[in-house]
């Protein structure tokens, strides 16, 4: 079955697709971990360094696993060999099996009792920023993608 006919969009698109994806989330997931820092600053606030180095940390440690996202992905987008792609074409299966499960994990984890304020605070500042910076980078090769179009 052919699926690029299903909301056929131009490549670049794909790539907006992406930025939405990383995004949208990222900003919602650094805004659940900013609260719980709040709160721990002030019930807490010998706390907030180590957390903060925490977060740094995972910061880090996502920047670099999403960079290969970001490459691998970028470049299956833009070298697709037809103009149009289905709107859904900006992942392919693995993809959506890493951000269904990524997706499931992080949600779950807001339900499931006895998980300490201390680990929202310092794990989810650290991985919104890695998805928020994913998506800029996603922008920026868009941006660059109409550039090279035009």
């Not at 070298?79 to 859904?88: A, M």
Request: net charge positive.
């Amino acid at each position: 079955m052919n699926t690029d006919r299903i909301l056929p969009v131009n490549r670049e698109h794909l790539l907006l697709m992406q930025v939405l994806c990383w995004l949208a989330p990222g900003i919602n997931i650094v805004k659940v971990g900013v609260t719980s820092m709040i709160e721990i600053v002030r019930t807490h606030p010998e706390r907030v360094w180590w957390l903060s180095l925490i977060a740094v940390f995972v910061l880090v440690s996502f920047l670099l696993m999403f960079r290969g996202f970001v490459r691998r992905y970028t470049e299956r987008i833009l070298t697709f060999p037809e103009r149009k792609k289905s709107l859904f074409a900006f992942f392919d299966l693995k993809g959506y099996c890493i951000i269904i499960f990524m997706m499931c994990l992080g949600i779950s984890l807001k339900f499931i009792p006895g998980i300490p304020l201390d680990f929202f605070a310092c794990f989810y500042p650290g991985l919104g920023t890695a998805l928020s910076v994913s998506g800029i980078k996603y922008f920026i090769s868009w941006v660059k993608a109409v550039k090279a179009a035009d």
